[in-house]
């Protein structure tokens, strides 16, 4: 069974990327893929806008999925999230200050400020929780999002401070688009999804034995503090990596992992490549829809992400309020 769902989640994977470039306001002839010299506007439409999107969301979505199932499993709670630990908004707040201060576009000093931003999102839940004695899942995450709202109120100030164009630029910025041009994008994103996929892997016996508990964690020879540390780090770089490049986008790494569980199961040696196969799918498939609903105008990809999480984050925490330990 978990075998089938694996191989349907290849398949449903392969045939989002395979597709979705063909979809939009401009049809895109099968002539066009054969035209590398971009001779004709469907060549540059399909070689220029359309697959450096869709590989920027899938990496993007991959990613995030990644975040999603490292952090549910280091925390044993399914609500864990880089946005319900505050990293995404410490991410965002870097890369809306240089966006202001010292750049109009994104670029590696954007990602550089991002991953500033994301660890010093985690140091300051890190912190809030050492102040209470005694460790609780529910504490962290009560941190992570008053941290989120923290960074989040920084950066309706410095839209506040800022003139037109820069707030504009912003607001739209914090609704989550993977609308790229070229293979420059996609390309700096890979590399640093790649480091960040590679790290939690090395992990999944690891993250397998902290998912039912610390102590038994730490009876098998596993430096429970060291491997926190590690996918802390590892988390906050894909993280910064995604915001910098395609804003906040919200509540992949909280469906894409959960999904899969109830797929494949628990092992993450499986859960891990199943997360991040669908959580790629899914985000180039919400881009899809995004751009095509209402067409020729595009949506932000947030905007459908948020739409679909809503609901989802809410029967979520219903489903297990018991064992989300707030």
């Known amino acids: 069974m978990k075998r089938t769902a694996f191989i349907f989640i290849i398949i449903f994977a392969i045939l989002v990327i395979a597709i979705t470039p063909f979809i939009g306001s401009v049809k895109i002839p099968f002539s066009a893929l054969k035209d590398f010299e971009l001779a004709t506007s469907e060549a540059q439409i399909f070689y220029s806008l359309r697959l450096p999107r869709v590989f920027t969301a899938f990496l993007a979505g991959a990613a995030l999925a990644c975040c999603g199932v490292a952090l549910q499993a280091m925390f044993k709670n399914p609500l864990a999230t880089p946005f319900t630990l505050g990293i995404s908004g410490g991410a965002a707040f870097g890369a809306a200050v240089y966006v202001i201060f010292a750049s109009a576009i994104i ?90 996929i590679i790290v939690i892997a090395a992990q999944s016996l690891n993250l397998n034995l902290m998912s039912i508990s610390d102590e038994i964690a730490a009876a098998r020879g596993v430096n429970v503090k060291r491997t926190r540390k590690i996918i802390f780090l590892a988390t906050s770089i894909m993280v910064a990596g995604v915001v910098s490049f395609c804003g906040p986008i919200g509540f992949v790494g909280l469906m894409a992992p959960h999904i899969c569980r109830l797929l494949v199961g628990y092992d993450h040696k499986i859960l891990t490549p199943a997360a991040i196969l669908f959580g790629g799918a899914f985000l180039t498939l919400c881009d899809c829809v995004a751009r095509t609903i209402i067409a020729p105008a595009e949506m932000p990809v947030g905007v459908i992400t948020a739409l679909l999480g809503g609901p989802f984050f809410v029967w979520l925490l219903l489903k297990d309020t018991d064992k989300s330990g707030l």
Not at 116 to 121: I, M
Not at 149 to 162: A, K, P, T, V
Not at 177 to 183: C, E, Q
């Open 107 to 196: 670029s590696y000093g954007g990602i550089a400020f991002s991953f500033a931003g994301s660890l010093g999102a985690v140091a300051l839940v890190y912190g809030l929780t050492r102040i209470k004695k005694g460790f609780s899942v529910g504490t962290m995450l009560l941190a992570g999002i008053a941290v989120n709202f923290f960074f989040s109120s920084l950066i309706m100030f410095l839209q506040y401070i800022s003139d037109f164009t820069q707030s504009f630029r912003i607001i739209h910025w914090l609704m989550g688009s993977v609308d790229v041009t070229g293979f420059h994008t996609p390309g700096v994103l890979f590399v640093i999804t790649a480091v960040g």
